[in-house]
């Protein structure tokens, strides 16, 4: 990301990868979707697209599906910037 290289984690319980990252002075969690869930993010997931959600301070703030950016109303919430 921005050069810079990360390390990618992996959740024992769902075998889900997740990534933690700077976001200015922030730092942001991005996990993989669960495609073993019951919602339509995870309909998508089983059918192939590439789909991760963002954390901050333990609320979800955004999503990311093949690319396009949906910010969750918590990004304006907990102050993160454009």
């Known amino acids: 990301m921005g050069g810079e290289s990360l390390r990618v984690s992996v959740f024992r319980a769902k075998n889900l990868r ?4 700077s976001y200015g002075d922030k730092r ?3 996990i993989e979707q669960n495609p073993a869930a019951s919602s339509l993010w995870a309909a998508q997931a ?3 697209s590439r789909i991760m959600q963002f954390r901050f301070t333990g609320r979800y703030v955004a999503k990311v599906c ?4 949906l910010r969750y109303p918590a990004w304006n919430a907990l102050g993160l910037s454009d």
């Open 18 to 21: 997740s990534v933690e990252f």
């Open 28 to 30: 942001i969690i991005g």
């Open 46 to 48: 089983r059918e192939g």
């Open 66 to 69: 093949e690319g396009k950016l």
